[in-house]
T-cell receptor, first 117, second 113 residues
Framework: AQKVTQAQTEISVVEKEDVTLDCVYE???????LFWYKQPPSGELVFLIR??????QNEISGRYSWNFQKSTSSFNFTITASQVVDSAVYFC??????????????FGPGTRLSVLP | NAGVTQTPKFRVLKTGQSMTLLCAQD?????MYWYRQDPGMGLRLIHY???????AKGEVPDGYNVSRLKKQNFLLGLESAAPSQTSVYFC????????????FGPGTRLTVL
């Protein structure tokens, strides 16, 4: 069965520090998708990125970057020069394409990031 | 487009009471989902629907019922609420061919006393 592990339950950093959130996944499929979502204190889920299993290129979007390594089944998320507004719970998620209806969308337990001023 | 909306945003129930959560989407999506979010556990799938008039069980369906009478709406019912159902409930939707990416509503915080 698929599984997503986020070993860091909580992380605290001081503003402007870089921080990396770890995500390790398990799947038997060769084709799958990985996601990161942000949940700010207001509670909504904000989609950050979707990456398919065939695209191992790292991606950078502003202060955010993602490092996907199939060899270690990891999809880590780095925030550079963190800001207080980055404080949130971040979820990594996995979706396997062999499930036709999306009913297998599996979330990790989340990492709570606190950025202190 | 409002996207995915949920009603109500907050609710407090007493044990044994019933209620219905409403999810509505205006993106003409075929597939809709109900999740619950509990601390340290991420989101878990309760029920889902692949089209009007169809529903199926997810990972944690016990104690919940659902209905999809209209394509744009997906209702989650609690017939006899229990404290274990205290949670944040999220609805999501997507379309065939894009079932790998789900669009989430803002959530409903439910407390059962």
């Amino acid at each position: 069965a698929q599984k997503v592990t986020q070993a860091q339950t909580e992380i605290s950093v001081v503003e402007k520090e870089d921080v990396t959130l770890d995500c390790v996944y398990e799947t038997r499929d060769t084709t799958y998708y990985l996601f990161w979502y942000k949940q700010p204190p207001s509670g909504e889920l904000v989609f950050l990125i979707r990456r398919n299993s065939f695209d191992e290129q790292n991606e950078i979007s502003g202060r955010y970057s993602w490092n996907f390594q199939k060899s270690t089944s990891s999809f880590n998320f780095t925030i550079t020069a963190s800001q207080v507004v980055d404080s949130a719970v971040y979820f990594c998620a996995l979706s396997e394409t062999r499930y036709n209806y999306g009913q297998n969308f599996v979330f990790g337990p989340g990492t709570r990031l606190s950025v202190l001023p | 487009n409002a996207g995915v909306t949920q009603t109500p945003k907050f609710r407090v129930l007493k044990t044994g009471q019933s209620m219905t959560l409403l999810c509505a989407q205006d993106m003409n999506h075929e597939y809709m989902y109900w999740y619950r979010q509990d601390p340290g556990m991420g989101l878990r799938l309760i029920h889902y629907s692949v089209g009007e008039g169809t529903t199926a069980k997810g990972e944690v369906p016990d104690g919940y019922n659902v209905s999809r009478l209209k394509k744009q709406n997906f209702l989650l019912g609690l017939e006899s609420a229990a404290p274990s159902q205290t949670s944040v409930y999220f609805c999501a939707s997507t379309s065939p061919g894009r079932a790998d990416t789900q669009y989430f509503g803002p959530g409903t915080r439910l407390t059962v006393l």
